[in-house]
Nanobody, 124 residues
Framework: QVQLAESGGGLVQAGDSLRLSCAAS????????MGWFRQAPGKEHEFVAA????????YYADSVKGRFTISRDNAKNTGYLQMNSLKPEDTAVYYC?????????????????WGQGTQVTVSS
């Protein structure tokens, strides 16, 4: 079993930055992939970014490419989502997730473990 806990959300203005953290516990994470998703009110879960824990391979949604950076700290078993140049349309609840395996997938249904989510609100 894997437990995930996000932190770092908040209310910011357009153009500001935030860094989200996702602390993982319960299993050795080296064989997992971590994904970040977001859900705006009335919308489905939207893929944001994913990282392979073993080799650091990353993949991004087009909507955040060049603005967001996903990373991980193996020693702390923690993943990060650095979000720069935030826009009002980035407003959502952000979730980290995990799945066993190194393939980076965009379908939320293929992730087995989820955190509780953290709210990010970007004002214009």
């Amino acid at each position: 079993q894997v437990q995930l806990a996000e932190s770092g959300g908040g209310l910011v203005q357009a153009g500001d930055s935030l860094r989200l953290s996702c602390a993982a516990s319960g299993r050795t994470f080296s064989r997992y992939a971590m994904g970040w998703f977001r859900q705006a009110p009335g919308k489905e879960h939207e893929f944001v970014a994913a990282i392979s824990w073993s080799d650091g391979t990353t993949y991004y949604a087009d909507s955040v490419k060049g603005r967001f950076t996903i990373s991980r700290d193996n020693a702390k078993n923690t993943g990060y989502l650095q979000m720069n140049s935030l826009k009002p349309e980035d407003t959502a609840v952000y979730y980290c997730s995990a799945r066993l395996g190194t393939v980076l997938l965009v379908n939320p249904q293929l992730y087995d473990y989820w955190g509780q989510g953290t709210q990010v609100t970007v004002s214009s």
